[in-house]
């Protein structure tokens, strides 16, 4: 088992920016891709950003340019850097590991508003 817990949400004026971060704990070694989703309210779920174990990322196109993934083998820890945040960035974002099953975080939310 995995478990995965986020800290970092809040709230921002547009153009400024988060950093979230994820924890891992649990039979960390089996995970072979951490990443982030987010949910917006009456959208579905959608991948943010993905980062596989030998460091390639993906990043949603609407994101690039703006937003980093990056991880700390150190301390378990998974990040996502939010630069020149926009509204349509609101939503809230969820830790995500595959392993052979997936693994998700409770979430925390971002808002982005003036």
């Known amino acids: 088992q995995v478990q995965l817990v986020e800290s970092g949400g809040g709230v921002v004026l547009p153009g400024g920016s988060l950093t979230l971060s994820c924890t891992a704990s649990?039979?960390?070694?089996?995970?072979?891709?951490m990443g982030w989703y987010r949910q917006a309210p009456g959208k579905e779920r959608e991948l943010v950003a993905l980062?596989?174990?030998?460091?390639?990322?993906n990043y949603v196109d609407s994101v690039k340019d703006r937003f980093t993934i990056s991880r700390d083998n150190a301390n378990n820890t998974m990040y996502l850097k939010m630069d020149s945040l926009k509204p349509e960035d609101t939503a809230v974002y969820y830790c995500?590991?595959?392993?052979?099953?997936?693994?998700w975080g409770q979430g925390t939310q971002v808002t982005v508003s003036s």
């Open positions: 995500y590991a595959r392993l052979l099953y997936n693994a």
């Open positions: 649990g039979s960390i070694s089996r995970i072979n891709a």
């Open positions: 980062r596989y174990s030998g460091g390639i990322t």
